[in-house]
Nanobody, 115 residues
Framework: QVQLVESGGGLVQPGGSLRLACVASGIRINMYTMGWYRQAPGKQRELVADITSGSIINSADSVKGRFTISRDNAKNTVYLQMNNLKPEDTAVYLC?????????WGKGTPVTVSS
């Protein structure tokens, strides 16, 4: 059974930082494109950043220069370092792994940016 388990979310003040982690089990992520998505209340799910098996990175314009995605295949884990957080970054952050038509999702970790 494939599981993606996110951690690291929480409440942070504007300008603060968080580091999210997504640990995969049941698959070896080295062949997968791994991504972070987010969904705010009343809004559609959107891509934050993803990283291919060859470590090519794609990021949303809204997070460029603030968020960094990375992967550690040996630990079967993908990370999202989030700096200079803004209130508009408030959302549930979900981990995704995909390989061709195969697509897995985690349940998400909530991030709230508020003073």
């Amino acid at each position: 059974q494939v599981q993606l388990v996110e951690s690291g979310g929480g409440l942070v003040q504007p300008g603060g930082s968080l580091r999210l982690a997504c640990v995969a089990s049941g698959i070896r992520i080295n062949m997968y494109t791994m991504g972070w998505y987010r969904q705010a209340p009343g809004k559609q799910r959107e891509l934050v950043a993803d990283i291919t098996s060859g470590s090519i990175i794609n990021s949303a314009d809204s997070v460029k220069g603030r968020f960094t995605i990375s992967r550690d295949n040996a630990k079967n884990t993908v990370y999202l370092q989030m700096n200079n957080l803004k209130p508009e970054d408030t959302a549930v952050y979900l981990c995704n792994s995909r390989f061709g038509v195969i697509n897995y999702w985690g349940k998400g970790t909530p991030v709230t940016v508020s003073s």
